[in-house]
């Protein structure tokens, strides 16, 4: 109990200081502009393949782009916009066909592997996002 009320505490401090304008000097540099999804034909591939999964998984990659990207922004960390994009939206893909003795990474992997070869993106690009994938 004492660590749920720990963290709950910390949420409606968190909440109250948002409520008085006391944010992290990060956050008031964030705008709408820092969540606009790159446009490829690798990124709207991946919106695609994304509507394969159940709706929970589409909606966690979707979570995980988002926040990931406000996060980068908030550490002052640069990301490449498609290939972290591609990689949130596709990387639990595999979750929604377990296969037994498969980890669903490599299924997610190779989702996204067929999809950049689809999308005329380079093997080197295709396999960086495959790898970042496999080891989420």
């Known amino acids: 109990m004492r660590a749920v009320l720990k963290t709950q505490g910390a949420y409606v401090a968190g909440r109250l200081r948002l409520l008085v304008g006391r944010v992290p000097e990060g ?8 969540f606009v999804a790159p446009d ?9 393949a994304a509507l394969e ?9 979707y979570r995980t782009w988002f926040y990931g990207n406000g996060l980068a922004v908030l ?25 037994p003795g498969q980890d669903f990474t490599v299924r997610s992997a190779q989702r996204t592997l067929h ?22």
């Open 27 to 34: 956050a008031r540099a964030l705008s709408v502009g820092d």
């Open 40 to 48: 490829s034909p690798f990124c709207r591939g991946a919106e695609n």
């Open 53 to 61: 999964q159940s709706p929970a998984l589409l909606e966690h990659g």
């Open 75 to 99: 550490d002052g960390v640069t990301l490449d916009p498609e290939l972290f994009y591609v990689s949130s939206l596709l990387h639990d893909y595999g979750l929604d066909s377990l296969v």
């Open 115 to 136: 999809l950049a070869a689809e999308s005329g993106v380079s093997e080197t690009v295709a396999e960086q996002v495959a790898d970042a994938i496999t080891i989420h």
